[in-house]
């Protein structure tokens, strides 16, 4: 079994930043790729950025140029920076992580932006 830990979330102003962490821990054998997915109110759970395991990465339209994704195997944690928030960022976050033929969510911390 493998439990994801997401920290980070929180209230940010319009303009401001976040750094949200995902920690894995259990049964890991090999971190293969590593996510993060947002859904915001009333909406479906969408692609915010992913990142494979020898770090290349891939974003949605709506964050490039604003959010990063990285991660330190090492650690078996996923990082991603966010910046220029506004309230359209305004979701809950959750860590997404493939190991080996399973994969895994977060509990998803929520991430309020304020105007």
């Known amino acids: 079994q493998v439990q994801l830990v997401e920290s980070g979330g929180g209230l940010v102003q319009a303009g401001g930043s976040l750094r949200l962490s995902c920690a894995a821990s259990?049964?890991?054998?090999?971190?293969?790729?590593m996510a993060w997915y947002r859904q915001a109110p009333g909406k479906q759970r969408g692609l915010v950025a992913v990142?494979?395991?020898?770090?290349?990465?891939n974003y949605a339209d709506s964050v490039k140029g604003r959010f990063t994704i990285s991660r330190d195997n090492a650690k078996n944690t996923m990082y991603l920076q966010m910046n220029s928030l506004s309230p359209e960022d305004t979701a809950v976050y959750y860590c997404?992580?493939?190991?080996?033929?399973?994969?895994?969510w977060g509990q998803g911390p929520q991430v309020p932006v304020s105007s």
């Open positions: 259990g049964s890991i054998f090999r971190l293969n790729d």
């Open positions: 997404y992580a493939q190991v080996q033929f399973n994969y895994y």
């Open positions: 990142i494979t395991r020898g770090g290349s990465t």
